[in-house]
């Protein structure tokens, strides 16, 4: 185990942990710049589970789940303080997000994200944290964010438990 991630706790967050949750998004604008889109955020993720990592006490990051379907969820948004990226805490609240995904039955985990045809550094670097993950690229759409080509990349967890192949 990454020895950045011996002292992480990763758990459910309670409803009076959202607002920090919200505040990690605030500190990080080269990837949520845009308030109209913090602002959706901060009234969505009350209702959707969000797991949060805990290091010393302190809320480092957190991911949050978005089920479409009884195949298909979505990370509708992960973040972590910038000074703990690249230490194992984004790969930590993706590996339990998968597998809570997976109890539920679900198939297939998707993450939208900046696409490529407009160039960001930091969504360049967040394109190839999911890919190095497992994730693959399925399309680029071009009206879902005005604006902005947003990039839906897709993971298959594997056939449910206790399921057949054919």
């Known amino acids: 185990m990454n020895e950045a991630r011996v002292d992480l706790g990763i758990h459910l967050a309670r409803p009076d942990g959202i607002p920090g949750c919200i505040d990690i998004v605030r500190t990080l604008p080269d990837w949520f710049g845009i308030q109209?889109?913090?602002?959706d955020y901060a009234r969505a993720i009350p209702s959707l589970p969000t797991l949060v990592a805990i290091r010393g006490g302190a809320l480092i990051g957190f991911l949050t789940l978005k089920f479409h379907s009884d195949e298909s969820a979505e990370v509708y948004l992960l973040a972590v303080r910038q000074e703990y990226h690249r230490r194992g805490?984004?790969?930590a609240l993706l590996?339990?997000?998968?597998?809570?995904?997976r109890e539920r039955g679900c198939q297939f985990l998707q993450v939208k994200t900046l696409g490529p045809s407009h160039p960001s550094p930091e969504y360049a670097q967040t394109r190839e944290f999911y890919r190095a993950r497992g994730f693959v690229p399925l399309e680029?759409?071009?009206?879902?964010?005005?604006?902005n080509p947003c990039l839906i990349?897709?993971?298959?967890?594997g056939s449910p438990t206790g399921s057949r192949e054919s």
């Open 36 to 39: 109209s889109a913090i602002d």
């Open 89 to 91: 805490t984004g790969s």
């Open 140 to 147: 680029e759409l071009h009206d879902l964010w005005p604006g």
């Open 153 to 157: 990349m897709v993971k298959h967890l």
């Open 95 to 101: 590996e339990r997000a998968e597998q809570m995904v």
